[in-house]
C-alpha cells in the first residue's frame, strides 16, 4: 500500500486525479488532501511520511515552493501544474515528474512508473543528473491548448469573445475583465489573472504589471515614462504602464 498525498486547491481537479490513482496496478491510499500553502507548510512541520506527493504549484494563497524551501518533504514529488515555467525548480524541489493539466491517465501512469522505477533503488543514492536528464527528455510533451475565444456568461445568455480582439485583461481585485478594440469590457470566467495567463497564448500576450496583460499586435507605441518603467499606447486609446520588475523582460519579448 502505498501512502499518497495530494496538494490541490481545485475540487474537480482533486476527483480526477484521485480517480485515476484508483486505476494505477499497485494499492494507494491518499492519506492527506492539502488546498493551500499554509496546509503544504503545517503537514511538512509536523513530520506526516508519505511515499510520494502529487502537487500542484500555484494555489489559492501562493506558491507552493515557499513551503518546499521552508520545510523538506519527507518523499518525492510529482507536479501537476498548468504551467510549463516551473519545470526546472520542481526538480530542484524533489520533483521526479511533471505533468501538465490537461493530463491523461496514460501520462500519470507514466508518472507512476518513474516513481516505481526509483523507489527500487538503494534510499542512500541519490538521483544523479544524468537520471533527471532522462526523466526531462522523457517528459510528454503536451503544452497547454490556449483558447481562440472565451465563454462570456452575461445575465441569462453566453456569447463569445475572440482572443485576437483582446486589447487587455485587467484585474481589479477578484473581477477579471478583457477589453477590446471598441474599449468594451467584458468579465472573464476565471478565478485568477494567472488562470486567465494560463489559457492565452504567450508569444501574443504579456503580464506587464500585478494587474494587467496586454497583446502585443495592439500595441501602436512606447514611451519611457520614468526609470525602468515604459507607458503602453493602445489601440482603444488606453495607457498603460509597465511595472519596474517587469520592463527588462517585456522589452526581451517584444525583441527590443
Not at 526538480?91 to 515528474?97: K, L, R, V, W, Y
Not at 501512469?109 to 538503494?122: D, E, G
Amino acid at each position: 500500500m502505498f501512502k499518497v498525498v495530494i496538494i490541490e486547491d481545485e475540487p474537480l481537479a482533486r476527483s480526477k486525479l484521485k480517480r485515476l490513482l484508483q486505476e494505477l496496478p499497485d494499492q494507494i491510499s491518499v492519506v492527506a488532501e492539502l488546498t493551500s500553502v499554509a496546509e503544504v507548510s503545517a503537514w511538512l512541520a509536523a513530520g506526516h511520511s508519505a511515499e510520494v506527493i502529487f502537487s500542484d504549484i500555484e494555489l489559492s494563497d501562493g506558491n507552493v515552493f515557499q513551503s518546499y524551501q521552508q520545510y523538506t518533504p519527507p518523499c518525492p514529488v510529482i507536479f501537476i501544474t498548468a504551467y510549463d515555467d516551473f519545470m526546472l525548480k520542481a526538480f530542484d524541489n524533489f520533483g521526479i515528474g511533471y505533468l501538465l493539466k490537461p493530463y491523461s491517465s496514460e501520462k500519470l501512469q507514466q508518472a507512476w512508473q518513474k516513481f516505481r522505477q526509483l523507489s527500487r533503488q538503494p534510499q542512500a543514492e541519490p538521483l544523479l543528473v544524468d537520471q533527471l536528464q532522462q526523466l526531462l527528455q522523457s517528459l510528454p510533451a503536451a503544452k497547454p491548448n490556449y483558447v481562440s475565444r472565451m465563454a462570456i456568461r452575461q445575465q441569462q445568455q453566453i456569447y463569445f469573445l475572440q482572443v485576437e480582439d483582446i486589447v487587455y485583461v485587467q484585474a481589479d481585485g477578484s473581477l477579471l475583465m478583457a477589453f477590446d478594440r471598441q474599449g468594451k469590457r467584458h468579465y472573464l470566467p476565471y478565478s485568477s489573472l494567472a488562470a486567465v495567463e494560463a489559457v492565452l497564448d504567450p508569444a501574443l500576450f504579456f503580464r506587464i504589471n500585478r494587474s494587467e496583460i496586454v497583446q502585443s499586435q495592439h500595441i501602436l507605441r512606447l514611451e519611457r515614462y520614468c526609470k525602468n518603467t515604459l507607458t503602453l499606447f493602445l489601440a482603444n486609446n488606453v495607457q498603460l504602464k509597465t511595472s519596474q520588475s517587469r520592463t527588462s523582460e517585456f522589452n526581451r519579448w517584444l525583441g527590443l
